[in-house]
């Protein structure tokens, strides 16, 4: 089964508006970290933001936001007033405290959205 | 600056021919690891180490070796590339493996093998 699933894999958003990207994962630990990825057409990838299981609050960093419903298993990224620059590949990770006993540490990634954003 | 490098940036080569890319960090990191990139299957783990001398396996080692004599270097070997080891290769850093650690990325090795 998937650990990380991200059911869109293109997003189109008009500029200055927010756009949702969805990602759900599966584990059975109680204790994870979630990450959210950016990697432009430039091929890096970017750190945008980090939610731990036992957070009590959604975490945010500038326009990006996390809208984590722990019940549901999902962890969207809410990014607000949509820029130009913000088009590129979108990776949701997760890691485990402990992956099976093997590679503890690892983050596990889901397939990517690439999100557009028109002018 | 703090700093994952990767080198080459790009490499296309023949089936069969022996290749490694590089990877150095400059951060003192122990925990190092090795990821391909596929489309539609996002970053998928190669390898990792913990430390010095201490390397094993992650979901997809087939085909791939590391070795880890210095901290700072962690470097990918190809014995007898195939075609379908063609993909975008990341090397990554971090800290620690507690869960909030980052993971720093290298800039990716686009490996092409025909």
């Known amino acids: 089964a998937q650990k990380i699933t991200q059911t869109q894999p293109g997003m189109f958003v008009q500029e200055k508006e927010a756009v949702t990207l969805d990602c759900t994962y599966d584990?059975?630990?109680?204790?994870?970290?979630l990450f959210w990825y950016k990697q432009p057409s430039s091929g890096e990838m970017i750190f945008l933001i980090y939610?731990?299981?036992?957070?009590?609050q959604n975490a945010t960093e500038g326009r990006y936001s996390l809208n984590f419903q722990k019940a549901r298993k999902s962890a969207n990224l809410v990014i607000s007033a949509s820029q130009l620059g913000d088009s590129a590949m979108y990776f949701c990770?997760?890691?485990?405290?402990?992956?099976?006993?093997?590679?503890?540490?690892?983050?596990?990634f889901g397939q990517g959205t690439i999100l557009t954003v028109h002018p | 600056e703090a700093q994952v490098t990767q080198n080459p940036r790009y490499l296309i080569t023949v089936t069969g021919k022996k290749l490694t890319v590089t990877c150095s960090q400059n951060?003192?990191?122990?925990?190092m690891s090795w990821y391909r990139q596929d489309p539609g299957l996002g970053l998928r783990q190669i390898y990792y180490?913990?430390?010095?001398?201490?390397?094993d396996k992650g979901d997809v080692p087939e085909g791939y070796k590391v070795s880890r004599k210095e901290k700072r270097n962690f470097p990918l070997i190809l014995e007898s590339p195939s075609p379908n080891q063609t993909s975008l290769y990341f090397c990554?850093?971090?800290?620690?493996?507690?869960?909030?650690?980052?993971?720093?990325f290298g800039p990716g090795t686009r490996l092409t093998v025909t």
């Open positions: 939610q731990g299981s036992y957070d009590q």
């Open positions: 951060m003192n990191h122990e925990y």
């Open positions: 990554a850093s971090s800290s620690g493996r507690g869960l909030g650690y980052e993971q720093y």
């Open positions: 990770a997760m890691r485990e405290s402990y992956a099976g006993g093997t590679s503890y540490g690892k983050l596990t």
């Open positions: 180490s913990m430390n010095v001398e201490v390397t």
């Open positions: 584990t059975s630990d109680p204790s994870y970290g």
